[in-house]
């Protein structure tokens, strides 16, 4: 490779950078990303959300150590899936999964119109090195 492509290379990567970065500034100022980040904050000042968010998180981590070891009972498994229909219905959590889904389905849009010209799943190929296929 010649030195003037070597540059021209550097001057494409960092044309590709530069829109990414672009591209994560333009997703910020979403309507969808906006509203997301206000029912997030919502959640995370909400005491009574924090409380049953902790009662969720231990019920589950006693259940998934339960599991493990091969004790985990349908009792249990109600007792988490109980706790997490509570959770989800809180005002603030209804809004906060409504808001993740929007979001979820926007980004979804976005890595869809990025991949087009690819020959691969831009998003699933950012996420992780590992698929399970």
Not at 60 to 82: I, Y
Not at 88 to 106: F, I, T
């Amino acid at each position: 490779m010649s030195v003037d492509a070597k540059a021209e290379t550097g001057k494409e990567r960092a044309s590709v950078e530069e829109m990414a970065t672009e591209l994560g500034e333009a997703i910020a100022d979403t309507p969808e990303y906006q509203q997301f980040e206000e029912a997030k904050a919502a959640v995370e000042a909400d005491e009574d959300a924090q409380e049953k968010i902790r009662e969720f998180e231990r019920l589950r981590q006693e259940f998934m150590l339960a599991r493990q070891t091969g004790e985990a009972t349908q009792e249990d498994v109600t007792k988490v899936q109980e706790a997490q229909q509570e959770l989800h219905s809180l005002p603030v959590m209804e809004e906060y999964l409504e808001a993740q889904d929007e979001l979820d389905a926007r980004l979804e849009d976005l890595n869809r119109a990025v991949s087009a010209p690819l020959a691969v799943d831009f998003g699933q190929q950012a996420g992780g090195c590992c698929q399970d296929e």
